[in-house]
């Protein structure tokens, strides 16, 4: 419906608008945000963590898996790290004269006459004195303990004590170590018995290098017996 005396209808032109439309926008004109920079420094990041892990790596100690404690591993331990232990011996002792003392390694399980052949041997070693054979038997251990320990170092360790305490209370002038349990243990630790027969050696009993011991080491007495050519040995060693 078109009104009375109403102007005709014209069409306007809107310039801002359209400026507005086709002008771009100042955001549009600003250059795009580099985004190098930022890639380049989470580059940098990952490359020095990597680094930092590679390093730490090798500083820190890899854990080792825990071992598991109880009495069947402690034992295995005490085990492992314990010397070996010496069996049960004998030794038999001899003073024929005042100051002559005989240390034979006694081996009970054979029955060969021993004191027989000890016998003959002193009469020709001492032939104006009739030589005392009443033999003692002495066993080590000495004390029968199970908690005791029964090493090689044992045994050395208190057969020489009772040497020396021997030797305090009835001097010792000629000592014979005969036999390998004699000379093993009545000798130092670095002196070993096949060694040392045949030969005189000394036994500082007092530790200080004051109280010295001459002994002279032989085959035991069954070794003896059993060996003849051993036997030859000693008897030209005597006469």
């Known amino acids: 419906m078109i009104l009375p005396f109403a102007p005709p209808s014209s069409v306007c032109e809107l310039p801002v608008f359209a400026e507005l439309h086709e002008a771009p926008s100042q955001q549009d004109k600003l250059p795009p945000i580099p985004v190098v920079a930022a890639e380049v420094t989470s580059q940098a990041n990952t490359t020095r963590n990597s680094v930092a892990n590679d390093i730490l790596a090798d500083v820190v100690p890899a854990k080792k898996s825990p071992v598991p404690v109880n009495a069947a591993s402690i034992l295995e331990q005490l085990e492992t790290k314990k010397a070996p232990i010496v069996e049960p011996f004998a030794l038999s002792l001899w003073r024929p004269v005042p100051g002559f003392l005989i240390v034979d390694s006694r081996n009970s399980s054979l029955a060969l006459p021993t004191e027989l052949l000890l016998n003959n041997v002193l ?117």
């Open 123 to 239: 009469r020709t070693f001492l032939p104006t004195i009739k030589p005392d054979l009443r033999e003692e038997v002495m066993r080590w251990p000495m004390i029968e303990n199970r908690f005791v320990s029964r090493t090689a170092d044992d045994a050395r360790n208190e057969l020489q004590t009772w040497l020396a305490v021997e030797n305090e209370l009835r001097p010792i002038d000629r000592l014979w170590l005969m036999g390998d349990n004699a000379a093993r243990y009545l000798l130092s630790a670095d002196i070993k018995p096949a060694d040392a027969c045949w030969q005189e050696h000394s036994l500082n009993l007092s530790g200080a290098g004051v109280n010295l011991l001459r002994a002279v080491v032989l085959p035991s007495l069954v070794d003896l017996l059993q060996n003849p050519l051993l036997k030859a040995r000693l008897w030209a060693s005597v006469k």
